[in-house]
């Protein structure tokens, strides 16, 4: 980074004008040299005048680049695999396998009971358990133990949950909301991106916005849409945890892909069998613990197609009564063999 012209180091990290700023460097001139460059064009009497510390200044900038980089998120490194050990089911139980090993981008359902413990194991995944939750499971990423670090800091950008829960309360347009975001992850062609995440979340959605409508005025389907393409698209979280978006008012299918599409590893809980199926595997829960995991099979595959025609003549159906249409059975046109 020593010999880095001061001009590109500012482009990727532009945060670092603060820094100069508040140690009363100058460096509108010295776009084209280095921070060594530009230390050794002072004057003796210059440093003396100014108490410039080289070797300090250079490690307090190195330091300052890590923690802005760390609380905004650029120096996450791309992840390939998330890693369930077993714990215990909710009466001590030890679970009924070696370990799972997701790849990005999977896409893993969990199924069960409602109360068998769905969302205690996205929980585990969220805070990346070390066997220090009641289902004394251990997460691993990569291969390794996440440090404390990595696992409590408010920093930590590794998971993005998405609920059937989802209303704003900031009082900003779509468009503002996301250049907001675009700007605190310093995206340069933020205007593109923006772009991007209104068309895919209109997409995903039955009710299109537009990008200066209030975000406080979307409804729930939308709300849900907007930020499903917000995850996929800006967010730099490698790993989507998804609880029960069934009713979301979103094409579901559409969503999953557009997850599985950026690389992300995506686990949902559902009750969907639609939603199951579109999933590598699942995961089955009972009594609290993993009973099994189900690769999805070929004759399911072949049942999702149908499952798939029924969903989207459902979709249809609702926009027609949206639409304040009259529907009738024509409309239904999917057909049982």
């Known amino acids: 980074m020593k010999d880095i012209p001061i001009g590109c180091l500012e482009n990727k990290y532009p945060f670092i004008s603060a820094y100069f700023s508040a140690n009363k460097i100058d460096t509108a001139s010295a ?93 585990d995944i969220e805070t990346i358990a070390q066997k220090d939750t009641p289902s004394r499971r251990t997460i691993l990423l990569d291969g390794k133990a996440a440090d404390r670090r990595m696992r409590f800091s408010s920093n930590n950008k590794l998971v993005a949950q998405l609920s059937q829960n989802m209303n704003f309360v900031i009082d900003l347009s779509v ?89 992300k590893i995506v686990l949902i809980s559902t009750h969907d069998p639609l939603l199951a199926l579109l999933a590598n595997r699942r995961i089955v829960i009972k009594n609290g613990g993993i009973d099994k995991v189900i690769a999805t099979t070929t004759d399911e595959k072949q049942l999702l197609i149908k499952l798939e025609g029924v969903d989207n003549s459902l979709q249809l159906l609702r926009q027609k009564l949206r639409l304040g249409s009259n529907i009738s059975e024509k409309d239904f046109i999917f057909t049982h063999d």
């Open 31 to 123: 776009k084209n040299q280095s921070i060594m460059q530009l230390f050794d064009s002072y004057s003796d009497a210059y440093i003396e005048e100014n108490a410039i510390d080289k070797d300090n200044l250079i490690a307090g900038l190195y330091a300052y680049i890590n923690e802005m980089s760390s609380f905004l998120g650029l120096d996450e490194d791309k992840l390939e695999t998330l890693t369930i050990l077993p714990g215990q089911d909710k009466n001590g139980q030890m679970e009924n396998f070696g370990e799972i090993t997701i790849q990005a981008p999977e896409i893993i359902s969990i199924v069960g009971p409602t109360g068998a413990g769905k969302s205690r194991l996205l929980a």
């Open 175 to 263: 468009q503002d909301f996301l250049l907001l975001h675009a700007e605190s992850r310093m995206i340069e062609n933020s205007a593109e991106v923006i772009a991007r995440i209104i068309c895919a979340a209109n997409n995903l959605s039955g009710e299109h916005f537009e990008r200066d409508a209030p975000v406080t005025s979307l409804s729930g389907g939308q709300s849900r849409a907007l930020m499903i393409a917000d995850t996929a698209i800006l967010s730099k979280s490698p790993i989507i945890l998804i609880d029960e978006i069934e009713n979301a008012g979103i094409d579901r299918h559409k969503a999953l892909k557009l997850l599985q599409a950026h690389d």
